[in-house]
């Protein structure tokens, strides 16, 4: 067999790819959808928009090598004013479309266009004339009539025609359906450019649109924005679409086909407002879509209630139905695939969600999409709280569990599937989910808040910047919340084992949970909710920050204990297991006394649930020199050295044969000699000492607790010159003593 080139065989795999994603598309129509789970939904959602992923990478083959003469950062866009013509026969897109914009540095005599080069270039204008242009690949430099200091506005208008292209998919399709025609875009990621000239970038979103298509009289044209008017001539009708806020490239959108339309409202405000709801269905899905996509009134109501207000009162919000296999949440107006799919109402509310998520406050770059995605599926499951409960909420939340590995930080955005990958719709619908916990409700309420009414409102945000806004809304430390779930991997796997004993207030409860996962995070940290059950039929629920490979846990409660649960309302994507209470070490570095030098030290490290004698050692690191432990976990001596200590304790059952070890921390603070003060009691030189120091020189095998302070004369040995100076200082004799040098 001859080898084949790496050209062919990515244009085989591109063909593979292609047959493969266009049998996921013709499925969605055969499939009922209806007791589909929420991440089926998402599986779907995900694979129709890696559609436009998968073209962009036959598409930057072409353009790898395009020259560059500026970058599109020293200009910024307001407007995009749009004519299109479509020929439905010829499937040729006449176009004209003003760009206004203003420098964003000093100096600006040239600017760069997003336009794919099968696309004819006509001309480019602006009001004295026509502007100088060239072409590399699929950019278009273009040459101003003067050069712009940063703020000084320009225009240009390009004039152009061409059928967009197709890659296996395109992001503007001629298709039919039912011997009907619909032609359609669906930009995301990277398409706008390739059926319009614009700056293709989501961290630049012009102010407003204006939007006007002719079409073939017999068809309806749904758009962004708020529909103006309509222009009958001839043949051909013009419908005038205007944007008034502020929209990203991918979200413009053009759908175009014998649709029925008609109207609903959302009432808001008390009753005093209304806002229009325009749906454009497939004149055979007319009936269907009465009940399905009537819920929408209801769902932007409820959806308000957590979020704020729907972000776009002032223009519409609808429907309209396209061939693609799933659906995409342009501004004010949802796409939707004419299978059950497009109507499903998990669907029907994630793509709502999207217009607070996604098309209000865009995720700056690819990277980021789980912003969009994670917060429009979030958004799935605050529309059964606020309508159901609590008990709908937590249950559709365990149908978006994410078990597979990968980050929900998108590192490779020019993978086919990477950027739509289930990953950014359910494990980071679940990350909301688990802020919402971690926060709790007043200030979880108070984060989204903040953040639909912060600087990315009509603007775009990163990871970051949405976790600075919600800590300094909150007063919370979240960078370790937000690195292990968005830039880490897979879940914690918790063993979990409780014990309870009477105490002089009722219970103590100890709590042990183990984090037994082999993933990045190997520790995940984690408030955890506890639910303990009393005998008398209440419960109680504990909360604890879990942040060890190990972690003990134990405290006082009123009555007595019948049962605990590990996190009951599952607030954490988790694995648990509830394993039997054995013989487990109890105590902590927090509960071990803090110690001092020269000083007597007593403390224990205790155990629960040994059934015989024990055998304790230490396994790595040391205790304070002066310090020893016994088979009781009895630490005890008098410490000389200073500082904090770590070691690893070993506790054995001999008869049970159970072995539990864990690592301690100890801390010992320096003590400040006084002259005398052998016994280090804080008085200097007093009876005791002087009788200690009695016994030392005569009996023998005395311990001095601190062998300086007797040494007062600092003659560096301890003998009778020391005594005799002592009983002089006590009886008056003035001696002057100091700390000596004998160790």
Not at 347 to 361: A, K, P, R, S, Y
Not at 602 to 629: K, M, Y
Not at 677 to 699: E, F, M, P, R, W
Request: hydrophobic letters at 35%; proline letters at 3%.
């Amino acid at each position: 067999m001859n080898a084949v080139s790496p050209r062919i065989y990515a244009l085989l795999t591109l063909f593979v790819l292609l047959i493969a994603i266009t049998a996921s598309a013709q499925s969605v129509s055969d499939t009922d959808w209806t007791n589909a789970t929420s991440a089926q939904l998402h599986q779907q959602m995900g694979m129709a928009k890696s559609r436009a992923l998968l073209n962009e990478r036959y598409a930057q083959q072409r353009i790898a090598a395009a020259p560059l003469i500026n970058t599109q950062t020293n200009f910024n866009v307001t407007m995009y004013d749009i004519f299109m013509r479509i020929n439905d026969t010829t499937e040729i897109i006449y176009g004209k479309v003003k760009i206004v914009a203003a420098a964003a540095q000093d100096n600006v005599s040239q600017v760069q266009i997003d336009f794919y080069d099968n696309m004819t270039v006509d001309s480019i204008r602006y009001a004295a004339g026509a502007l100088a242009f060239s072409r590399a690949s699929n950019v278009v430099t273009v040459t101003l009539d003067q050069t712009y200091d940063t703020g000084e506005q320009f225009e240009m208008t390009f004039y152009y025609h061409g059928h967009p292209i197709e890659g296996g998919f395109q992001a503007f399709a001629f298709d039919t359906r039912l011997g009907n025609k619909v032609m359609t875009s669906l930009s995301e990621p990277y398409f706008a450019r390739t059926w319009w000239p614009c700056k293709d970038r989501m961290d630049d979103k012009a102010d407003s649109f204006n939007i006007a298509v002719q079409v073939d009289s017999a068809f309806y044209v749904g758009s962004n924005g708020k529909l103006d008017s309509t222009r009958l001539a001839g043949n051909t009708r013009t419908y005038y679409w205007s944007v008034r806020y502020p929209m990203v490239t991918y979200l413009f959108s053009v759908a175009v086909s014998k649709y029925t339309v008609w109207q609903d409202k959302y009432v808001y405000n008390g009753g005093l407002d209304t806002m229009p709801i325009v749906h454009a269905t497939y004149p055979d899905r007319y009936s269907y879509s009465l009940s399905t996509w009537g819920i929408t009134p209801n769902a932007i109501g409820l959806l308000s209630q957590t979020f704020g207000p729907y972000p776009f009162l002032n223009e519409k919000y609808g429907h309209s139905n396209f061939e693609w296999g799933g659906g995409m949440e342009h501004q004010t107006m949802t796409s939707m695939t004419g299978s059950n799919f497009g109507f499903s109402e998990p669907v029907v509310v994630h793509e709502l969600t999207h217009q607070w998520f996604g098309d209000m406050i865009t995720c700056n770059n690819w990277g980021h999409i789980w912003l969009n995605e994670g917060f429009a599926s979030y958004g799935e499951a605050v529309y059964y709280l606020n309508r159901d409960g609590w008990t709908a909420y937590h249950n559709y939340m365990a149908t978006q569990e994410y078990a597979s590995g990968g980050t929900i930080y998108v590192n490779d955005t020019s993978s086919v599937g990477n950027i739509f990958n289930n990953i950014v719709y359910d494990k980071a619908s679940w990350v909301v989910h688990m802020l919402r916990g971690v926060l709790g409700e007043t200030k979880f309420a108070q984060a989204m808040n903040a953040y639909v009414t912060s600087q990315y409102v009509d603007s775009s945000a990163t990871t970051e910047q949405f976790r600075d806004l919600v800590e300094a809304t909150t007063g919370e430390e979240l960078d370790y919340f937000f690195q292990q779930w968005i830039y880490g991997t897979y879940r914690p796997s918790y063993q979990f084992s409780w014990f309870a004993e009477p105490s002089p207030g009722g219970n103590t409860i100890y709590l042990r949970v183990a984090q037994v996962q082999t993933t990045n995070p190997q520790v995940f940290s984690m408030p955890i909710d506890f639910a303990v059950d009393y005998l008398d039929g209440t419960s109680d629920t504990l909360t604890f920050m879990v942040d060890e490979r190990t972690k003990m846990l134990h405290t006082e409660v009123p009555k007595q204990v019948i049962n605990a649960k590990l996190d009951p309302k599952k607030w954490i994507l988790r694995y648990n297991t509830d394993l039997q209470w054995f013989m487990y070490i109890v105590t902590n570095s927090d509960d071990l006394v803090e110690g001092g030098q020269y000083k007597q030290y007593r403390d224990t490290i205790d155990q629960r649930g040994a059934q015989g004698a024990l055998e304790v050692t230490i396994l790595s690191g040391t205790l304070p020199n002066g310090l020893s432990v016994n088979n009781s976990g009895v630490i005890s001596g008098i410490p000389t050295d200073t500082g904090s200590f770590t070691f690893t304790v070993r506790v054995r059952d001999t008869w049970g044969g159970t072995v539990d070890q864990t690592t301690l921390s100890m801390h010992i603070t320096p003590t400040i000699l006084l002259p005398g003060d052998i016994n280090v009691s804080g008085n200097q030189c007093d009876l005791t000492d002087l009788s200690t120091l009695v016994a030392y020189l005569t009996v023998g095998g005395v311990t001095l607790p601190a062998p300086q302070a007797a040494d007062v004369n600092n003659s560096c040995q301890i003998d009778l010159s020391d005594l005799s100076i002592m009983i002089n200082f006590l009886t008056g004799g003035g001696n002057s003593m100091v700390v000596g040098c004998t160790p």
